[in-house]
Structure formats: C-alpha cells, structure tokens
C-alpha cells in the first residue's frame, strides 16, 4: 500500500499573486472607465492636466488595458499554484517577471524624481507591492521549481 505524497503548495505567494491580481483588475478596470469618462474617480479626476496620468491613460487606457490582463493572469497563476500545476509556475514566472520589470522602471524614476511620487496616489502603491513580490516570487519560484514537475 502506497501513500500518495501531497505536495505543499507555497499558500502565502498565491494568495499574494491572487490579491495582486485582483489589485491589478481593479485599477485597470478603473483606469478604463477613467479615459472613458464613465467614472472618474476623485484620484483620477485631474488625468487631463497631468501629463503623466494622460500619458498613461491615452490609446484606449493602454497602462488600463495592460493592468487588466496582468491582473486576469495573475489570478490564473495564483489559483493553478494551489493545485501544483506546471502551467501555473510558467505563467507566475512570466507574470512575476513582468511585475519587476515594471515596477524598477517606476521605482528608478522615484529615486531619480522624488518629487514625483505622490503619497496620495494608491495605485503607486501597488506598482511598489508588486515590484517586490515580482522580484522575490520570481527567485521563490525558480529555487522551487521542482514541486511543479
């Protein structure tokens, strides 16, 4: 009689990825019906005299549209992590890759302007989140890759 082995899943970085994800769909969903003029949100309200919120917001909400499907993918990597697939830690590495990428050009831009980062500005803060569990899961993940086979 052989026992089959459960693997344990790392709970707490799919957990994280899936409230990122979530995170993610939210402020592209948001970014969206901002350049759509549907809702405009108080932290929204002044896209079209910040020239940095109306460059991110303008080809049809690009950064909203981008945010959008790193959200719906980070919740797919998140919840197939729970069940050790092998696709899953495919799409989390390309999903945490792409966190970090996106994330250092943000972070180096605030240390390089501090004046830029504004503290009342959420989404910022999920830009930095998001940089680091991209930059500490990627590692995570490729130091436990083993689970996935």
Same mark, same amino acid.
């Given at each position: 009689m052989s026992e089959k082995k459960k693997r344990d899943s790392n709970?707490?970085?799919?957990?994280?990825?899936?409230?990122?994800? @979530?995170?993610? @769909?939210?402020?592209?969903?948001?970014?969206? @019906? !901002?350049?759509?003029g549907i809702i405009v949100p108080?932290?929204?309200?002044?896209?079209?005299?910040?020239?940095?919120?109306?460059?991110?917001?303008?080809?049809?909400?690009?950064?909203?549209?981008?945010?959008?499907?790193?959200?719906?993918?980070?919740?797919? !990597?998140?919840?197939?992590?729970?069940?050790?697939?092998?696709?899953?830690?495919?799409?989390?590495?390309?999903? @945490?890759?792409?966190?970090a990428v996106q994330g250092v050009t943000a972070v180096i831009g605030w240390i390089t302007n501090p004046a830029s980062f504004d503290l009342t500005y959420w989404p910022y803060y999920i830009v930095i989140v998001a940089f680091i569990v991209g930059v500490l899961g990627f590692f995570w993940l490729l130091f436990t890759y083993r689970r996935y086979d």
């Open positions: 709970e707490l970085l799919n957990i994280i990825m899936i409230v990122l994800g @979530l995170l993610f @769909l939210f402020k592209g969903i948001m970014d969206f @019906l !901002a350049w759509g108080s932290w929204l309200s002044d896209f079209e005299s910040n020239p940095d919120l109306a460059a991110a917001l303008t080809f049809f909400g690009s950064q909203g549209l981008i945010s959008i499907v790193l959200g719906f993918w980070c919740l797919v !990597a998140g919840i197939g992590m729970f069940k050790e697939e092998e696709y899953a830690m495919g799409i989390g590495l390309v999903v @945490l890759s792409i966190m």
